[in-house]
């Protein structure tokens, strides 16, 4: 399955239609398509666009396929990102534009993405000592700049540092604010948060705590 943010609507890119799904697709806001063209895919992004509409399906047996489809009509940005955890088992959130959200940024040509998604990392936070662990999802959103209609493909990667107590927030990217935040303390920042955001660190803590770092 792949998920596509439009806002924090999501839309459902799947080979079967699991009991979570069946359920929103009784929802009169929730819009179903199983075929697959370009019209059909243009016509869900648009409808995905629509103020009625809160979440999207879109069936087919090769979702990789349906995939590069919506690549090929948005304008693709790949970038990379990280979840950063101390050894206090704490998870480094930034504060970009209003909302918490997780370092990350714009892939350089020929960069590798676990060297963006470090960079990045050091660029928004100012942390310097970083080990990277392992990857740890890709999400994908949209949203609408300089007339273009873009999908941002993110790489993210777990990260571990030592966990400095002083930041140094990158103004000039709209961070005013970094902070280590404890496990049961992150619900009250996900309130505040984006959709995908909030996919990647669940995702993470449930990582964390398999491998009982967490």
């Not at 873009?150 to 961070?175: C, M, N, R, V």
Request: aromatic fraction near 8%; include cysteine; glycine fraction near 4%.
């Amino acid at each position: 399955m792949y998920k596509i943010y439009f806002d924090n609507k999501p839309l459902f890119l799947v080979r079967e239609i699991n009991k979570e799904l069946q359920e929103l697709m009784h929802r009169e806001k929730t819009v179903f398509i199983d075929d697959f063209n370009s019209h059909s895919v243009n016509a869900m992004i648009h409808k995905m666009e629509s103020a009625p509409i809160q979440t999207g399906i879109c069936l087919h047996e090769n979702i990789d396929a349906l995939l590069k489809a919506f690549k090929q009509q948005l304008q693709l940005i790949v970038a990379a990102g990280g979840l950063v955890y101390n050894p206090r088992k704490e998870i480094l959130l930034i504060h970009r534009r209003g909302k918490w959200d997780l370092p990350k940024g714009k892939l350089d040509d020929e960069e590798e993405l676990e060297i963006c998604a470090e960079r990045e990392i050091k660029e928004e936070t100012g942390l310097q000592e970083l080990h990277l662990e392992k990857p740890l999802a890709i999400t994908y959103h949209t949203y609408h700049q300089f007339g273009k209609h873009i999908l941002k493909e993110s790489h993210w990667y777990l990260f571990t540092s030592p966990g400095q107590a002083s930041f140094l927030p990158q103004l000039e990217e709209d961070i005013d604010k970094c902070e280590w935040v404890a496990a049961e303390q992150l619900p009250s920042y996900m309130e505040n948060t984006h959709a995908s955001v909030i996919d990647v660190v669940t995702q993470g803590l449930t990582v964390l705590r398999e491998s009982e770092n967490i």
